[in-house]
């Protein structure tokens, strides 16, 4: 959902981060790259690794608060913050 949320906002980018961006080790790769490349090209695949592998999923994650933090005066991406918090309470839920 994620995916295409920022497909339909066109924020899907079509070339990836430079190999330096995408080793920077501040949470999010905030220094480095927009949010949205953080989730396009590092979170969703890594994801989608867990889910093939049938890994652990991550607990207690909390993107929601930057994804609200970065855009929350932006009433078009208000779709993509909830699903991120969807995400984020999903995550936390008990397994």
Known sequence: MIERELKSLGLWA??????EAMS???PFACQSMPFEHW????FIPKMSI??????SLPQNIALGPM???????Q???K???????QLDE??????
């Open 75 to 77: 009433p078009k991406m």
């Open 39 to 42: 989730l396009q090209f590092i």
């Open 90 to 95: 999903r995550l936390s839920e008990p397994r």
């Open 50 to 55: 867990i889910v093939i592998e049938r890994t």
């Open 67 to 73: 994804a609200e933090h970065l855009w929350s005066q």
């Open 24 to 26: 920077d080790p501040t």
């Open 79 to 85: 779709p993509l913050i909830t699903i991120i918090y």
């Open 14 to 19: 079509n070339k990836s981060p430079s190999d």
